[in-house]
Nanobody, 119 residues
C-alpha cells in the first residue's frame, strides 16, 4: 500500500511563505501525476497544483504566480512552495498521487497538513 506523508504545514502571517513536502513510500517514478489539493472548512476539496512524470505543471487560477510545485525523483518527494500567502489559502492540504497498475488507475491520498494564514 502506497503511503504519502505530508509535512510543512503551520501558522503563517499574511504575505508569508510555507513549503509543504510530500514523501512517498515508494519511487515516484511509478506515478504519472502527483499533486496537491486543499480543503477549507465546509468546502469541497480542490486542486491546487499538479505535476506529471514528464514535469508538466498546472495550477489553480487562485494560486498562479504564488505557488510552485516540484518533484524530486531521487528523494521521492513532491513539494509545494507557497509565497504571498493569503487568509483564503487557509485549508487542509492533501498530497495526491496517481498511477496505472495492470491497466487500472489507482489514486492515493495523504492524511493532510493544516495551513493557517492569519495575523
Amino acid at each position: 500500500q502506497v503511503q504519502l506523508v505530508e509535512s510543512g504545514g503551520g501558522l503563517v502571517q499574511p504575505g508569508g511563505s510555507l513549503r509543504l513536502s510530500c514523501a512517498a513510500s515508494e519511487t515516484i517514478f511509478s506515478f504519472y501525476a502527483m499533486g496537491w489539493y486543499r480543503q477549507a472548512p465546509g468546502k469541497q476539496r480542490v486542486l491546487v497544483a499538479r505535476i506529471t512524470s514528464g514535469g508538466s505543471t498546472n495550477y489553480a487560477d487562485s494560486v498562479k504566480g504564488r505557488v510552485t510545485i516540484s518533484r524530486d525523483n531521487a528523494k521521492n518527494t513532491v513539494d509545494l512552495q507557497m509565497n504571498s500567502l493569503k487568509p483564503e489559502d487557509t485549508a487542509v492540504y492533501f498530497c495526491n498521487a496517481n498511477r496505472l497498475y495492470r491497466g487500472s488507475p489507482y489514486e492515493y491520498w495523504g492524511q493532510g497538513t493544516q495551513v493557517t494564514v492569519s495575523s
